[in-house]
Nanobody
């Protein structure tokens, strides 16, 4: 059973920075794609950024140039560096991982970490 545990959330002022971490219970080499999603109160969970095993990254337009996703395969950890934070970045941030075996894709989620951007 794969477990993903996020950490690094908190309260930060506008313009500040946070780094989120997502530690996996086992090797992340088998995950084809890992990513970060976020869910604001009363809204659906939306994609923030993804990274493939080859290191190809993808970002939603609203975070391009401010957020950086990365993965450390040796530490089995996914990161999200968030700079120039805005109040609209306030949300619960979730780690996501996908693994495929043949025609079956398994999707795993962490429990989420709260990020609040406020003065």
């Amino acid at each position: 059973q794969v477990q993903l545990v996020e950490s690094g959330g908190g309260l930060v002022q506008p313009g500040g920075s946070l780094r989120l971490s997502c530690a996996a219970s086992g090797s992340i080499l088998s995950f084809s794609t890992m990513g970060w999603y976020r869910q604001a109160p009363g809204k659906q969970r939306d994609l923030v950024a993804t990274i493939t095993g080859a290191g190809v990254t993808n970002y939603v337009d609203s975070v391009k140039g401010r957020f950086t996703i990365s993965r450390d395969n040796a530490k089995n950890t996914l990161y999200l560096q968030m700079n120039s934070l805005k109040p609209e970045d306030t949300a619960v941030y979730y780690c996501n991982a996908k693994r495929s075996y043949g025609v079956t894709t398994y999707i795993y989620w962490g429990q989420g970490t709260q990020v609040t951007v406020s003065s």
